[in-house]
């Protein structure tokens, strides 16, 4: 199983998340909408460089909302601890 978390950095509360037992778009582009639907739309969206956050679907959907998209760079596993912290808080 996927968990797909969308956490806000500033208050480090987790307002969006999908779980899935794919690594697709689909989970994630459900997560971003159920935050967005629920809080608005972010100014930025920070994710890593994996296949489902560079996908044409995704990229497009952010684009089309107005939402700027920041990757972390490659094999920075140490920008995913905050989501970690998060989840165990």
Same mark, same amino acid.
């Given at each position: 199983?996927?968990?797909?978390?969308?956490?806000?950095?500033?208050s480090r509360?987790i307002i969006g998340?999908?779980?899935s037992?794919?690594l697709?778009?689909?989970?994630v582009l459900?997560a971003?909408?159920?935050?967005? /639907?629920?809080?608005?739309?972010?100014?930025?969206?920070n994710?890593?460089?994996? &296949?489902q956050?560079? &996908?044409?679907?995704?990229? &497009?959907?952010l684009?089309?909302?107005?939402i /700027?998209? &920041?990757?972390?760079?490659?094999? /920075?596993?140490?920008?995913?601890?905050?989501i970690n912290?998060?989840l165990e808080?």
């Open positions: 199983m996927y968990l797909t978390p969308i956490i806000d950095w500033y509360y998340w999908e779980l037992d794919t697709d778009t689909a989970p459900a971003v909408k159920d935050a967005i /639907r629920q809080y608005g739309n972010p100014e930025i969206i994710s890593d460089q994996g &296949s956050f560079s &996908s044409d679907d995704y990229t &497009s959907y684009k089309a909302e107005g /700027r998209q &920041s990757m972390d760079g490659k094999a /920075r596993w140490v920008d995913n601890v905050v912290l998060g808080a």
